[in-house]
């Protein structure tokens, strides 16, 4: 089964306080004593990308770029 908003009663909830939930279940996830989400190889490539972002910010492109291309309507 499913779980969702419906049939945890959580519907009712304004838009504001599902938000809230949302980032409390985040960080309760995060703060698990469970194994991490990432494994090494991939902490690692993301430390590589990080890197080569911060030695050259201009490199690469903005949201609307990338969404363009995807939607297939890049010029």
């Known amino acids: 089964m499913t779980t969702t908003i419906q049939s945890l ?3 009712h909830l304004s838009a504001a306080e599902r938000i809230h939930l949302a980032e409390e279940l985040l960080n309760s996830v995060a703060s698990s004593s469970e ?7 991939h902490r690692r490539d993301l430390e590589l990308r990080l890197t080569a972002y911060k030695d050259n ?3 690469g492109s903005n949201w ?3 969404k363009a ?3 297939g309507s890049a010029k």
């Open 64 to 66: 609307e770029e990338v």
């Open 69 to 71: 291309r995807l939607q």
């Open 35 to 41: 194994t991490g989400l990432l494994n090494d190889a």
């Open 9 to 11: 009663g959580l519907d």
């Open 57 to 59: 910010p201009t490199v």
